[in-house]
């Protein structure tokens, strides 16, 4: 009989901690420049698949988490990049709901488009602004990976969904750097290990 | 400064190994009637919100993990059940897809219907078959709770989602218990913890 485990654990590779910046980045364009370079270097570490992403303090610019993809080496589907920044986030600020932890709300920067279960923790997470990089269609054209159905109309929804807080959408931030690096996972032979692929 | 977190974990509360069945529970509405039991001591127990589910292998029978939603005490947001459960089973059986782990294929029952992070989490998981209790629709009539939006035609997505495994799905599976532990929430004046209520 298989032993049931009533605890699990996601983090972050060794190595992360160099991988973060001296001082606050302070526009859109620093921000995914750093979550791009941090999706790069978990493709070349071979720490998990091509991509990152990272909470913000808005205003400040204060790096609050960082999140890489960690499914296959830690065998958990759900540890998507922006699984791992968002728990991280909450865990440091003590909250499941980060527009309850500072005036100026949090902010999700990701390298990829989020797909559905992504969407969905955004949703849920108390952020109140969502920066993209490559689209969707950009994942499906450079790499193996399908990315599943999203609800129609997925930025309008989170932009104005009463009675919650709204969560703000911007596409194609840094988007030919993003389209790069998913190329070099594809290059690199990174595989789709999506599951139960016929 | 905010200190940078590089891992969490997330946990049942202590007391879920007593909750446990001694002998393979062999039909849909003897694993329903398990997880809404699960449900209805998360509740009594005050140690998270009115949602549990568990992972079986389908053909044994053979309970692989629980879940019970543990958003508020445990500070995060991915903590619903269904994570919880799925995260649980992956690792117990060390992979991210559960399709590769046995022929017979895993199954996980839901007291609740899946909202769209656990759909989307449901779809990267590797189960072949979904069993839900209570629909959106009476989670939202019995608790505060605003379930969010879900793709379009989400259960045919489900069962019909080339070149994935398709994933079958059961509604209504014990709903009348389902919905009697919902109401049970509400009456012992069970919060919504949704983030970021105006």
């Not at 993809?69 to 865990?91: D, T, W």
């Not at 109309?153 to 703000?168: F, G, N």
Request: net charge negative.
């Amino acid at each position: 009989m298989t032993e049931l485990a009533d605890r699990f654990e996601l983090s972050l590779p060794d190595g992360w901690r160099q991988q973060i910046p001296l001082s606050p980045l302070t526009n859109d364009v620093d921000r995914m420049q750093f979550v791009l370079g941090l999706a790069q270097w978990n493709i070349n570490n071979k720490t998990g698949g091509p991509f990152a992403a990272a909470v913000f303090e808005r205003q400040s610019g204060e790096l609050i988490s960082i999140g890489l993809n960690r499914v296959v080496p830690q065998f958990c589907s759900l540890a998507h990049a922006e699984a791992i920044a968002i728990a991280l986030a909450q865990k440091s600020l003590a909250t499941h709901d980060l527009s309850t932890a500072a005036k100026t709300g949090f902010e999700l920067f990701a390298s990829g488009q989020p797909c559905v279960q992504c969407f969905g923790m955004t949703w849920w997470s108390g952020l109140s602004r969502l920066v993209v990089g490559a689209r969707s269609t950009d994942i499906e054209e450079l790499t193996e990976f399908r990315e599943g159905p999203l609800p129609d109309k997925w930025r309008q929804q989170l932009s104005d969904r009463q009675p919650l807080l709204p969560v703000e959408v911007e596409i194609d931030v840094c988007r030919e750097e993003a389209r790069s690096v998913l190329a070099s996972y594809t290059n690199a032979g990174g595989l789709n290990y999506s599951p139960g692929l016929f």
